[in-house]
């Protein structure tokens, strides 16, 4: 079982840069691909990006290439999410998942675990 908990989230303006965290639970966390996604009101859970448990390979929505970096401490337990040059079209409900199979993958039935997800309110 892993429980996932977001945190980072918050009103900033255009141009501006936030840092979201997904800390976990579990001893195994290490071994599980992640993911980030979002959600505005009214619209699809989108991906946005993943990295994989051991080499930390990564992958990104084209979207956010070029402005967001994934990463992770297997050491705390946490992936993070460094947005950065934000526009007001990224504000969303950011989700982070997690996936036994340590993969880095867009598809969302491939999780297995979600956290409750954090507001970005991105302001022009």
């Known amino acids: 079982q892993v429980q996932l908990v977001e945190s980072g989230g918050g009103l900033v303006q255009a141009g501006g840069s936030l840092r979201l965290s997904c800390a976990a639970s579990g001893r195994t966390f290490s071994s599980y691909g992640v993911g980030w996604f979002r959600q505005a009101p009214g619209e699809e859970r989108d991906f946005v990006a993943a990295i994989t448990s051991s080499s930390g390979r990564t992958y990104y929505a084209d979207f956010v290439k070029g402005r967001f970096t994934i990463s992770r401490d297997n050491a705390r337990n946490t992936v993070y999410l460094q947005m950065n040059n934000l526009k007001p079209e990224d504000t969303a409900d950011y989700y982070c998942?997690?996936?036994?199979?340590?993969?880095?993958?867009?598809?969302?039935?491939?999780?297995?675990?979600w956290g409750q997800g954090t507001q970005v309110t991105v302001s022009s």
């Open positions: 998942a997690a996936e036994p199979w340590g993969t880095a993958t867009r598809d969302t039935q491939r999780y297995y675990y």
